[in-house]
T-cell receptor, first 110, second 114 residues
Framework: GDSVTQMEGPVTLSEEAFLTINCTYT??????LFWYVQYPGEGLQLLLK?????DKGSNKGFEATYRKETTSFHLEKGSVQVSDSAVYFC?????????FGEGTQLTVNP | NAGVTQTPKFQVLKTGQSMTLQCAQD?????MSWYRQDPGMGLRLIHY???????DQGEVPNGYNVSRSTTEDFPLRLLSAAPSQTSVYFC?????????????FGPGTRLTVT
């Protein structure tokens, strides 16, 4: 079945540092790929998505590129802020079900 | 728009009790789903619905029932609560009849079963 594997957390960075959160997937067919973010005490929100190979999703300074050859969708941001502290989830769907990774806790210190 | 609303926000049950978690959306979305979130395990799909009158099982359906009598509402029923069902439950909805569109999540219900 479909699965998503994220880098283990938690990740702690200083403000303005570069962020990478790794995500790899296993799926049949051609899934759509997502990053969702969960701020403390809230539900998840869509951060960005990509629907086909080589697509780049971007939002709020975050980027991720759909790499079919490496089955990856790594999340990057060039300069993180304290307000980016949250849990980040990589996810995929190839139909009726959305499959999530285990989540990566990010803490950004001033 | 209120988006996706969930009630209650917190609930404590004793083993064997039953309850219904409520979920409603006002965006006329066809697709609705329920997830549970447990530490280190991400979100796991319990049940989903692609429209009124249609429901299907997700990854972890045992111990839970759902129904979808209207487009707006998608309640989740625990018939006989067990400690293993202690979790945070999220309802979500999206346009269309599959999971490829943006999912809008409710604020969650934190359930403790003692």
């Amino acid at each position: 079945g479909d699965s998503v594997t994220q880098m283990e957390g938690p990740v702690t960075l200083s403000e303005e540092a570069f962020l990478t959160i790794n995500c790899t997937y296993t799926a049949t067919g051609y899934p759509s790929l997502f990053w969702y973010v969960q701020y403390p005490g809230e539900g998840l929100q869509l951060l960005l998505k990509a629907t086909k190979a080589d697509d780049k999703g971007s939002n709020k300074g975050f980027e991720a590129t759909y790499r079919k050859e490496t089955t990856s969708f790594h999340l990057e941001k060039g300069s993180v802020q304290v307000s980016d502290s949250a849990v980040y989830f990589c996810a995929l769907t190839s139909g009726s079900r959305l499959t999530f990774g285990e989540g990566t806790q990010l803490t950004v210190n001033p | 728009n209120a988006g996706v609303t969930q009630t209650p926000k917190f609930q404590v049950l004793k083993t064997g009790q039953s309850m219904t978690l409520q979920c409603a959306q006002d965006m006329n979305h066809e697709y609705m789903s329920w997830y549970r979130q447990d530490p280190g395990m991400g979100l796991r799909l319990i049940h989903y619905s692609v429209g009124a009158g249609i429901t299907d099982q997700g990854e972890v359906p045992n111990g839970y029932n759902v129904s979808r009598s209207t487009t707006e509402d998608f309640p989740l029923r625990l018939l006989s609560a067990a400690p293993s069902q202690t979790s945070v439950y999220f309802c979500a909805s999206s346009r269309g009849q599959d999971a490829t569109n943006e999912q809008y999540f409710g604020p969650g219900t934190r359930l403790t079963v003692t």
